[in-house]
């Protein structure tokens, strides 16, 4: 039995599943679907920082204060979701054109 290569593995993937799945749970889901670890782990380090990031310069806030930083949380978690959606779905896009 021969087993699949990365790149056929990925070109089986539907890229809609994938962006669906990086913007909704986000977080890198969608890589997890495409069995990409690498960038499932460097988005997982991106999104731990920018949460300890938070964490750290939030420490003493007032709460109009805490509120703001809220919304910047979730702005840059949000913006991590978009970009990863939008790579998922130009891997599978990329992998099938040179195929």
């Keep these: ?7 056929q593995v990925l070109a089986a993937s ?3 599943v994938a962006v669906l799945l990086n913007v909704l749970p ?3 889901a969608g ?14 380090a991106l999104a731990s920082a920018w949460f300890a990031a938070g964490a750290v310069l939030g420490q003493g806030a007032t709460a109009d204060v805490g509120s703001q930083n809220q919304l910047i949380g979730l702005i840059g978690l949000l913006l991590l979701a978009a970009v990863t959606a939008v790579e ?12």
Excluded at 1 to 7: K, Q
Excluded at 88 to 99: C, D, H, I, P, T
């Design 26 to 28: 986000g977080l890198g």
């Design 31 to 44: 890589y997890l679907y495409q069995r990409r670890w690498k960038a499932y782990w460097i988005t997982s």
């Design 14 to 16: 539907a890229g809609w």
């Design 88 to 99: 998922a779905g130009l891997a599978v896009k990329r992998v099938r054109n040179a195929s």
């Design 1 to 7: 039995m021969i087993l699949p290569n990365r790149d």
